[in-house]
């Protein structure tokens, strides 16, 4: 059984020139960062070039990681930032009507489909900020910590973000009949 090589270990080869090391480590975070800008997006190209501007991003400074925290929440924090400047530069907000994540298994059920586009919609119908917090802590799974190191918030900033956040989803879907 081959073991995987540490995040850690593998940022030093980077830092020690060894392109392998960076390889390994887009590998390993390539599907996470794309499924982060998918869920901000709802637009594959555009969270393809996201992801791939996070990791040129990273890469450019990995001299600037701090190794006492984890690499995914610095990557994090780089995609989620790329991800909120292509928001801004939209104009507007994203509407997620009809987005289905990349890892969606094709098997469900007609119902629990419909469910997931209209909470999708009812996610990418929020501020940018609100979706963040509920994208990192219930699709990405991270703790309060991570998010707030990701968005550079303070952990009692991230849970009254993400109580805010909950109550404006419940609203919309309990305003389309949803909840």
Known sequence: ????????ALIARC???DGGGFAALVGRYQ???????????GEREEARDVAQAAFLKALENLHRYDSRYKFFSWLYRIAMNEALDVIGHRGRQTELTDVHAADDDPARDAQTADLGVRVRGALGALSPDHRAVLVLRH??????????????LPDATVK???FEARERLRVRLVDAGEA
């Open 139 to 152: 699709y990405e799974e991270l703790s309060y910590e991570e998010i707030g190191r990701v968005l550079d």
């Open 1 to 8: 059984m081959v073991q995987e090589e540490a995040d850690e």
């Open 31 to 41: 599907r996470p960062i794309f499924n982060l800008a998918y869920r901000m997006l």
């Open 160 to 162: 009254s973000r993400l």
């Open 15 to 17: 830092r020690n020139g």
